[in-house]
């Protein structure tokens, strides 16, 4: 009998157990939907040095003069595998004119050899910064996954979405069509 209440008492945690992990792959504290752009606007982007997933030494600030969306990820995450297509798209569309995406999976490092399959069967094209500790996206403020910025050419975050980058996003085109007229400094 107390076997049998085991059971059920094990069941039971099971759909608290499937919420906390959706929350925590989709985000915390924001509308996936509509993003968290009043929180970023204007802010300056914290550090990113870290290194990519070839062991490249990596510093946000190099890429200062482009546009460049931040996109926070890991390959266990089911929303963030979603959003790779749109994300290698705007990659691509956009890299004339002085914008990249720059990805940062925060994978255990146990799983680099995972990582490095998923960025190539998605055949992403933009630099992937491995983060197994969090150290390097650590003052970014992350809530969930997958988590996205839009920095400026000068360096300043000026979107933010806590959650899935869709086809064709009204917002994040009206943040990147903005920040891609402005001049380099």
């Known amino acids: 009998m107390s076997s049998l209440r085991s059971i059920a008492a094990w069941f039971s945690l099971v759909p608290a157990f499937g919420a906390a992990v959706l929350l925590g792959c989709e985000g915390k504290g924001g509308d996936a939907r509509t993003g968290n752009s009043a929180d970023a606007q204007g802010s300056a ?6 290194k990519t997933l070839d062991g490249e030494p990596f510093d946000l600030a190099a890429l200062r003069g482009q546009v460049v969306l931040v996109n926070v990820w890991a390959t266990w995450c089911a929303p963030c ?3 790779f297509p749109e994300l290698r798209r705007l990659h691509e569309a956009n890299a004339a004119s002085g914008f990249s995406v720059v990805g ?6 146990t799983a680099l050899r995972a990582v490095r399959q998923m960025t190539e069967d998605f055949g992403l094209p933009y630099p992937i910064v491995f983060d197994p500790e969090s150290a390097a996206i650590g003052p970014w403020e992350i809530r969930g996954y997958p988590t996205s910025f839009l ?3 000068e360096g300043t975050l000026r979107w933010r979405r806590d959650g ?15 920040a891609l007229a402005s001049p380099a400094p």
């Open 164 to 178: 899935i980058v869709r086809p064709d996003e009204t917002e994040l085109g009206s943040y990147l069509e903005a």
């Open 104 to 109: 940062v999976s925060v994978d255990r490092r």
């Open 151 to 153: 920095v400026d050419r």
């Open 45 to 50: 982007t914290p550090t990113l040095i870290g």
């Open 81 to 83: 595998r979603e959003e």
